[in-house]
């Protein structure tokens, strides 16, 4: 399967309604991306399958949907306010801003060969002000990760929900980075989408869930369809690791511009606990009642990108092979082979034309497939077109109305998007057979 170069799969994500550049009609604004009526169904169907597998198939992770802006306080425990920074350098003559660690030569401007400046520290967090005075003591920050919010509320949840160790909090959200360099589409913006999750365990057992949490995660991509020769762990240098973890592991994605991060699986010891408590000086330590005591749990932490995965779910579902046209030539055929879990929609319902005497029987077939299924209905332009439509949006299945459906046996035909194989089932078994060739497809959700 080819991979597209980054600006066929731009220019497909825009035709087709996946992305949109951002604020287009006033010239757009750098690096912020809308996603259209398919790119948030792909988005959604990401969310839902982390969802899924982080809480609902877990006996011991909970969710949580915290707040963006929070006290200013969170960022100085966490040490956000003093380190979460990253080098900048900029070109005396163009004056562009650079992350020398993204540059090839760190010294000289890439456009064009100046010396650069000596690297600066500058804050990713965007500042912002509550209520109406403008003064440092109305000051906030956006959150530049969902973290911090699940540890301010470890105790409510504690409490709330009478849970053990190990036990997890899981959490789907936005932050805000204000990345020196975004860019590659939708890799790299400065407001995106969060999947984390603190999972909070007891000192020493720490080594023992970080490595069955690296491979809980690598798991979820390759069972999620992503080519296991596309996906490779990678641990963290010790002078590469953030300032609050013991050890990291990230899955990274073979992008067309090289390898690059989908998520990084963190041992943060217990970092982030004993500072709030240092800090707010309440207490955040877990009584293990076993053992009689009172200690801060460790937390190993999945930290995934919605938007990261999306345009990996893209990259990987990209196809192009020759197909016939049915005219005995052949044409390139462009195909999303998204996994029926991640595709925006499952089914198409297709009337061979708009004609009075199939809308009806198409409609009603389309109401009932509509009730199980994430599906779609199409009567636009000729047959051929349309399947060539699903296909450039991944719909593993297409459902086709015909004349002798009406006239003859109420029967419709399936075609499946990879095999482009067609067969005929009657109506009133269509739900089974739509169910079964998902299945088929890989899906474990119909
Ligand atoms: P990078 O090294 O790429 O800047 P990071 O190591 O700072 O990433 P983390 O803090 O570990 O990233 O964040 C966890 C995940 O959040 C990343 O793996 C990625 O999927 C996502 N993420 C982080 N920053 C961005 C961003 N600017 N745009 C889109 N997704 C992001």
Known sequence: MAQPDLSKL????????FVFPSSEIYGGIGSSWDYGPLGVELKRNVKEAWWRAMVYERDDVVGLDSAIIQNPQVWVASGHAENFTDPLVECPECRKRFRPDHLDDPTKCPDDSTTLSAPRMFNLMFKTFVGPVEDSANQVWLRPETAQGIFINFDNVLTAMRHKLPFGIAQIGKSFRNEITPGNFIFRTREFEQMEMEF???????????RHWIEQRFNWYRDLGIREENLRLRDHDPDELAHYAKAT???EYNFPWGWGELEGIANRTDFDLSQHEAVSGKTMKYFDQEANEHYFPYVIEPAAGADRAALTFMFDAYDEEMAPTGDGKEEVRTVLRFHPDIA???VAVLPLSRNAKLTPTARDVHAQVRHVFRSQYDDAQS?????RRQDEIGTPLCVTVDFQTVEEDQAVTIRNRDSMQQHRVPIADLADALRSALRDMGSTRV
């Open 249 to 251: 592991a990230d899955v």
């Open 383 to 387: 047959i051929g077109r349309r399947y």
């Open 344 to 346: 925006p929609a499952q």
């Open 200 to 210: 909070f365990v007891k000192p020493g057992e720490d080594d023992y869930w970080h």
């Open 10 to 17: 731009v220019s497909l994500a825009k035709r087709r309604g």
